[in-house]
């Protein structure tokens, strides 16, 4: 009784031996299988992500439009007859550092918006960036003015450029529109010829759909 009872045991965990291989070989199957089955609905979304079409878009040429010392360009970005944006420059004193500053500078109006960090920077994007409602570290603001670049000039007579926008080549500047419930987005091209000291402006565009994320230069 007790040797048939040990001859069932042993058949026993030899059942569960081959069971468990059994179980670990389905795993070693399956495990890579659902990898790929995952991979490729991923990569299957992301396609289709970057298949959609993109939104309309309003292209303005400027025609490498120069601004210097005391220039000044009123921007209508989507030709309504209003001015939307407005690029300028101003010279500021400051007796205390003993310093002149010639500043370029963006600014926008009523319903008309730009990103701005807390040092009132806008970021500079390159081609295929995308512009939408949200942008780390920034935040849309109307009647706002923000610091291109600008040149340091000392009592000494040394001097230097300094801000985001002094090696701008063919960069994009994010703007956006606001009308009724939907905001309308945008970009200006924008180099800096420092050698010149002139800002040139290459051409703009502004999305014709509403609430629409596009991409810069696109």
Partial sequence: MVCTDSFAFENHQRELTKLTDMTNTLKAIIAPLWIAVVVAVACMKKGAIEDMPAPSMNYTYLNEMELGDKDYFNLDIDANGTVDFTFSTRLVGDPILKQDRLQFLLGSKIETNLLNSESD??????????????????????????????????????????????????????????????????????????????????????????????????
């Fill in 121 to 218: 920077d806008c970021p500079k994007l390159r081609k295929g960036d995308r512009i939408g409602t949200v942008h780390e570290g920034f935040t849309w603001y109307e009647l706002s003015s923000i610091l291109l670049t600008e040149k340091v000039n000392t009592m000494e007579g040394t001097n230097w450029w300094r801000g985001v926008w002094t090696d701008a080549n063919h960069s994009f500047l994010p703007v956006q529109l606001s009308k009724g419930a939907k905001v309308y987005h945008g970009w200006i091209e924008v180099s800096f010829n420092r050698a010149k000291e002139k800002l040139v402006l290459h051409r703009t565009a502004i999305c014709t759909e509403g609430n629409k994320e596009i991409k810069a230069g696109i």
